[in-house]
């Protein structure tokens, strides 16, 4: 497996700020960073404004981050779109059968010390490492 500009410094600041904004969200508003829950809450619920809000910022920081140069990602030339497409298809029917995905059970749920979220964080990460090791993506 390749690990694309890995340090244990940007490890520890994006831990950081995502620990950060997960509180924040908690303390300010009173709501989880669940980004699964916060996405589907966007058709529903009454409170749209800042669920839409959430989102952009996400997709814009990165979107700079990125285009900075600072940071790359890996390409995903080698994929078929059928093939992301169905794997987005599948986390997104993961998240839903464990009723959240896993920035809100592996960091909101964890944090509050909640076993429930122990549990599907652990199933995440097997399924995660079944997949890899199954399919050999990870070269």
């Given at each position: 497996m390749t690990i694309v500009n890995f340090t244990p410094w940007t490890a520890l600041l994006g831990g950081i700020f995502i620990g950060s904004s997960a509180l924040l969200l908690?303390?300010?508003?009173?709501r989880i960073a669940g980004i699964s829950g916060i996405i589907a809450g966007i058709g529903s619920m009454p409170?749209?404004?800042?669920?839409?809000?959430?989102?952009?910022?996400?997709m814009l920081m990165a979107f700079f981050l990125f285009d900075s140069g600072g940071f790359t990602?890996?390409?995903l030339e080698r994929f078929s779109v059928i093939r992301l497409v169905l794997?987005?298809?599948?986390?997104?029917?993961g998240?839903?059968?464990?009723?959240?995905?896993t920035s809100g059970h592996g960091i909101c749920g964890m944090g509050r010390l909640s076993w429930r979220s122990v549990v599907a964080t652990l199933?995440?990460?097997?399924?995660?490492?079944m997949t890899v090791t199954l399919f050999g993506l990870g070269a």
């Amino acid at each position: 497996m390749t690990i694309v500009n890995f340090t244990p410094w940007t490890a520890l600041l994006g831990g950081i700020f995502i620990g950060s904004s997960a509180l924040l969200l908690l303390l300010a508003a009173g709501r989880i960073a669940g980004i699964s829950g916060i996405i589907a809450g966007i058709g529903s619920m009454p409170d749209k404004r800042w669920r839409i809000a959430f989102v952009a910022g996400l997709m814009l920081m990165a979107f700079f981050l990125f285009d900075s140069g600072g940071f790359t990602a890996p390409s995903l030339e080698r994929f078929s779109v059928i093939r992301l497409v169905l794997a987005g298809l599948l986390v997104g029917i993961g998240a839903r059968l464990g009723n959240g995905c896993t920035s809100g059970h592996g960091i909101c749920g964890m944090g509050r010390l909640s076993w429930r979220s122990v549990v599907a964080t652990l199933v995440f990460m097997a399924a995660g490492i079944m997949t890899v090791t199954l399919f050999g993506l990870g070269a």
